[in-house]
């Protein structure tokens, strides 16, 4: 099997900063891509950012551009999304995803870390 566990989440105050790790664990594997949804209560999870390996381009919710960055390393199937300014509507459970292939969609997903962001 493949897992995904998520760290790094926790409190943090309206401007400030947190950063999320994801590790992948399990069976052997290389992702086409890993990425980031969040979903917040009430709200339908929704897509935040991802990384694609072979360019390393990324791709942002437009709410967050410019604010969040999305980095990591394909060798070792990390990736870490790093929130700044941080702003209350944030606040959510964030959920690590990876795409094993091009054409597979986001087909693995962690259990979640919970962000909050105090106003």
């Known amino acids: 099997q493949l897992y995904l566990v998520e760290s790094g989440g926790g409190l943090v105050q309206a401007g400030g900063s947190l950063r999320l790790s994801c590790a992948a664990s399990?069976?052997?594997?290389?992702?086409?891509?890993m990425g980031w949804f969040r979903q917040a209560p009430g709200k339908e999870r929704e897509f935040v950012a991802q990384?694609?390996?072979?360019?390393?381009?990324?791709y942002f919710l437009d709410s967050v551009k410019g604010r969040f960055t999305i980095g990591g390393d394909n060798t070792k199937n990390t990736v870490y999304l790093q929130i700044d300014s941080a702003r209350p509507e944030d606040t959510a459970v964030y959920y690590c995803?990876?795409?094993?292939?091009?054409?597979?969609?986001?087909?693995?997903w962690g259990q979640g870390t919970q962000v909050t962001v105090s106003s």
């Open positions: 399990g069976r052997t594997f290389k992702s086409y891509a």
């Open positions: 990384i694609t390996w072979n360019q390393g381009t990324t």
């Open positions: 995803t990876v795409a094993t292939t091009r054409n597979s969609g986001f087909d693995y």
